[in-house]
């Protein structure tokens, strides 16, 4: 007959409650729900499985104790091992003698190198969704799992699976906001979309104009035309197809000042149609930092052009980009001209999907597609503008190295 | 050409006045002038007082139909026939009624040309209005 619970245990509880109820990311919130589980169940090691959306598969998504880190990339199919059991049968298991298990996975232990005694896992269930199984491993002092310990994860596990339910249902609500966002305003992306095939049209036309009349000139133009609006086009596909997915930022080893030059360097031939000037910084400490670096070059790519279109020609306009480190553990990047600024009543429109200040120049997808960038990458954006004098775009980043992924 | 009939073309799209320019190229007897935005489109019309004006719908600051209001108010230049070039319209499902227009302006615009531009059609618009 289990016991009630000590007060150490409902302390536990009730801490786990409120870090439920205080936040809204699901890797912070599971982070620190599986510490104190750790530690209140006294155990070894433990893990939280979650379901993959697209493949099904149980991934390690949180792992604590000896040989963490070996166990986290391992990925398991329902039915698997005792963790892919209660997955799949909804039930929980103790398994106090795991060699004489059939469903224990040696597998795990053999490439992980942690010796695994007795097992305690339940499942992660909302409603009829399985999301998941905690699981603790080896008692401290050698004893067994009992059902009082069961009872105490089973508490643990039903708020935990309300954290991953509500984390599920607020990514749904964002994509189901994307796309209706996306779709209300289809006839906004049309007037776009019309403009650019405008283009493709006239420099077509111009072509057969220039092939009946034998005139170079007008066929170098009529081409130049049917290029130029052909790239904006594919750039506001992608750009479209950006903001209506879910996506994880792919992380690799970069160096900032890369990026910033790249992109300068490839805006240079604007900036000097424009004669606008075009100035960067090299930061030596943002050499080697791990970030999704297409995204940001894309963000970058969109800030540094915005500015450049706000620069009036014949105005001695300058665009500066800039990287500063704070307090060790994030950055900015800051994107400054001194051109036509935005009004007051525009600021808290501009990271609206299909708002431009550009008229027909503007797919009034950029703005957007960048804060959900940065969105994906826990940074912010925020924007410091003048009328008349000029605008400063600051992205703030976590600052992620290489260390901090091994 | 003394007898050539000026035509004033006013959209932001560069590429889009390139386009109307070499459209406007064969038809006989007119020559083209341009404007890039709202403001300076509505200064050049009353500056030259061109037989035509082929006015874009979407621009930043003033768009085409401020313009177009402000042109109908003004005596010199209510006169002047006026193509409005819209990037949304019939095709889309959205339609510009004379009713809705001469609601918002009192008067309504000669002719609506949807982009992208139809070559054949705008030529034949622009002669018909200017008698050409």
Redesign the interface.
């Known amino acids: 007959m289990p016991t009630g619970l000590t007060k150490e245990e409902l302390n536990a509880l009730i801490e786990v409650g409120k870090t439920v109820n205080a936040h809204l990311d699901l890797d912070t919130v599971l982070e620190s729900v599986m510490s104190v589980t750790t530690e209140v169940m006294k155990v070894e090691a433990s893990s939280l499985v979650l379901v993959d959306d697209e493949t099904g598969d149980l991934l390690f998504h949180v792992a604590r104790g000896a040989q963490a880190e070996a166990v986290k990339p391992i990925r398991m199919k329902w039915g698997e091992g005792v963790v892919g059991w209660v997955v799949e049968s909804g039930k929980p298991a103790i398994v106090n003698d795991v060699a004489n298990d059939k469903r224990f996975y040696k597998a795990m232990d053999e490439s992980s190198g942690f010796q695994t005694r007795s097992i305690l896992c339940v499942p992660l269930v909302t409603g009829d969704r399985r999301s998941g199984a905690i699981e603790v491993l080896n008692k401290l002092g050698g004893e067994d799992f009992d059902e009082h310990d069961l009872l105490l994860c089973e508490a643990v596990a039903s708020q935990a699976a309300i954290a991953v339910e509500n984390a599920r249902l607020h990514r749904q609500m964002l994509k189901t906001e994307r796309l209706a966002a996306i779709g209300q305003t289809v006839?906004g992306t049309?007037?776009?979309i019309?403009?650019l095939?405008?283009?493709?049209?006239?420099?077509s036309?111009?072509i057969d104009?220039a092939l009946v009349k034998d005139d170079r000139a007008?066929l170098t133009?009529g081409w130049g035309?049917v290029k130029?609006?052909n790239g904006f086009l594919q750039e506001l596909v992608l750009d479209m197809l950006t903001y209506s997915k879910e996506r994880e930022p792919e992380y690799e080893l970069a160096d900032v000042n890369a990026i910033n030059q790249a992109v300068c360097e490839l805006m240079a031939q604007k900036a000097q149609d424009k004669g606008v000037t075009i100035r960067w910084e090299p930061n030596p400490h943002l050499s080697q930092v791990v970030l999704d670096s297409k995204g940001i070059r894309r963000c970058l790519l969109n800030l540094v052009s915005n500015a450049l279109d706000a620069c009036e020609p014949g105005n001695a306009g300058h665009v500066d980009v800039r990287a500063e480190v704070f307090d060790g553990d994030k950055f900015d990047i800051r994107i400054s001209d001194n051109g036509t600024g935005i009004a007051e009543e525009d600021k808290d429109k501009l990271f609206q999907v299909f708002f431009s200040?550009?008229?027909?120049?503007g797919t009034g997808l950029g703005l957007a597609v960048t804060h959900k960038i940065i969105a994906e990458h826990h940074g912010k954006i925020s924007v410091d503008s003048k009328l008349g004098e000029g605008t400063t775009f600051t992205i703030s980043l976590p600052l992620k190295r290489e260390s901090d992924f091994s | 050409m003394a007898d050539a009939k000026q035509i004033l073309i006013v959209d932001d799209e560069l590429d889009a006045v390139e386009f109307v320019t070499v459209v406007l190229e064969d038809v006989e007897n007119v020559t083209t002038i341009s404007a890039n935005d709202g403001v300076s489109g509505l200064a050049k019309a009353k500056e030259a007082m061109p037989d035509l004006i082929i006015l874009d719908v979407q621009m930043p600051g003033r768009g085409g139909f401020d313009v177009f209001a402000d042109l109908k108010k003004d005596n010199a230049t209510k006169g002047i026939p006026v193509i409005m070039l819209t990037g949304v319209g019939e095709k889309a499902g959205i339609h510009f009624s004379g009713k809705d227009m001469g609601q918002f302006i009192g008067a309504e615009p000669d002719a609506y040309i949807e982009k992208p531009v139809d070559p054949a059609e705008l030529q034949k618009t622009v002669s018909g209005l200017l008698g050409l």
């Open positions: 006839a049309a007037h776009c019309k403009n095939l405008n283009g493709i049209h006239g420099g036309y111009m104009r007008l133009r035309m130029k609006n200040t550009k008229g027909s120049k």
